[in-house]
């Protein structure tokens, strides 16, 4: 059992406290207000105020990093287990690099990366993100497929209007970019309009076309993204289970014990529904004797 110090568990118990976490995303929101501000000219007397607080900010976020580093005790290095705290380090200690002082483009790239922090104070946007990373791999399948049907549809599209409409159709470039175009559908009244006055036959062609790629497709991406939410909750949940609360002192999590008494209160309502049912079911009987 590792056994940590009075500075550790003080630094763990200013890390886990509610009121930590609310003024680190207040700092984070004025921060955020600042550089909003700084976007606009001559500020004039409110430049030496807001480098001042650029200085108050980062010191801020700098005795934060240290507190949850040595919340870990004699292990700082389990704070780097987690990918929001490497990116929480990574953006802070970026300040410090020699080089990047000034009004760089790069320095201010790293300044507007600490509003994207708040992601991690948020469990809702926390979990969004997640699965936004979990689903690149099959979004990248869905991208494949949809330059593909985009590709096809462009040659047919270059075979049919070619002559007729060469701005859109004159080659497979500028037929791919007609059809990416189409997907906001924004245009398609034109493009029929268009197409049936060229041939009847082409609405089959838009049809067809809307009918895979704005049905389809989309559907396809949105089952991607909807598993991947599913997999970031479920591993959302696992997370808070491995390092839950444990109030009563049982060895067992708040968050476990929670689950098991509202599994045991379904097996209650279940219980309660059959002994309803045999009950119904015996007075069926006495009514029919």
Known sequence: MITHSPLARACAAIRDHRAFEIVIVVVIGANAVVLGIET???LGGWEPILHGLELSFRAVFVLEIAIRILAHGRRPQDFFRNGWNVFD????????IPG????????????????LRLVRFSPGLRTIVTALLRSLPGIGGFLALALVTVYLYGMAG?????????????????AA????????????PDLIAQGMAYSPWTLLY???????TANLLVNILIAVIVNSMEEARRLEITEGLSHGYDADGDGVPDEIDRIAIS???????????ELERDLRIDRDRERDR
């Open 40 to 42: 606009y000219p001559h």
């Open 89 to 96: 380090f990574v953006v802070i200690a970026a300040v410090f």
């Open 100 to 115: 990047l002082h000034g009004d760089s483009a790069l320095l201010r790239i790293l300044r507007i990366a600490r509003v």
């Open 158 to 174: 270059w075979l049919i209007f070619a002559d007729a409409f060469p701005e859109q159709y004159g080659t497979v470039g500028r």
């Open 177 to 188: 970019i007609t059809l990416f175009v189409l997907l906001s559908q924004e245009n398609l």
């Open 206 to 212: 838009y049809v067809s076309y809307v009918l895979i």
């Open 263 to 273: 599994q045991r209160i379904d097996d209650l309502h279940a219980l309660l529904a």
